[in-house]
């Protein structure tokens, strides 16, 4: 069920939202070559407790960490491990926080030194298929309205959709209803209403969008190693407009 939040819920959210941007901007000048993964976690984790919040991911549903970490041809749920950074490498952050009991979630990938050519390709058109996906986000369009702008601008860049990874509703629960594909009809779906809060999140590669998940049965890779890219901003959608609940 999909559930439309009041506007002090918003307020949490926005709340929740904040400290998952300041998560962000507090780990950027770490993440450098030499540095583990598992010490930007820790970082992390610190960092939000500091704020009076806790980590959303840690513990859902067995997940044993603070952050996503995935890195180059990992799509999404990446451990930090003891795995240490290299120039021209590309670091793809998720990141939730709870506050009051309302989460935000918000992942950003991040160039490691001096980055390939194609690799800033990838990164500069999975963030601007974000936006092209938020800007959809209106009171009476529908989630396929949203999917399908994703997926149009990807393919107009030649980008591999994800299709078995989606966005979702973002409350109480760091996932909830509704599930918001990368790709899809416009017109379809369910309607967009005021008090909606969700996650956008483009989660798209440089060669084939085929996947397949490691041993640890979390993270996801490309089939092909090819690089993959991961946006993600949470928003509220107000009959004013859109709220980027994990923007500055």
Known sequence: ?????????????????????LTHQYLRPHIKAGIKTI??????EDFIKSK????????????????????????????????????????????GACYKGYH???????????????AKYLLE???????????????????????????????????????ELVGHGVGTSVHEAPDVPNYGNKGTGP???NGMVIAIEPMLTLGSPDIYILDNDWTVVTADESLSA??????????????ILTGE
């Open 52 to 95: 009076g919040a806790t980590p959303s991911f840690k513990g859902y549903e067995g997940f044993p960490y603070t952050l996503c970490i995935s890195v180059n041809d990992e799509i999404v749920h990446g451990f930090p491990s003891d795995r240490i950074l290299k120039d021209g490498d590309i670091i793809s952050i998720d990141i």
């Open 230 to 243: 991961h946006f993600e901003h949470t928003i509220a959608i107000t009959d004013e407009g859109v709220i």
């Open 125 to 163: 058109h999975t963030e601007k298929a974000l936006y092209e996906g938020i800007k959809q986000a209106k009171v009476g369009n529908r989630i396929g309205d949203i999917s399908y702008a994703v997926e149009k601008y990807a393919k107009e860049h030649n980008l591999g959709v994800v299709k």
């Open 191 to 193: 309607k967009i209403r």
């Open 1 to 21: 069920m999909i559930t439309l939040k009041s506007k002090r819920e918003i307020e949490l959210l926005k709340e929740a939202g904040h400290i998952v941007y």
């Open 104 to 118: 935000g979630d918000s992942a950003w990938t991040y160039t490691v030194g001096n980055a390939s050519h194609d």
């Open 39 to 44: 010490e930007l976690n820790q970082l992390a």
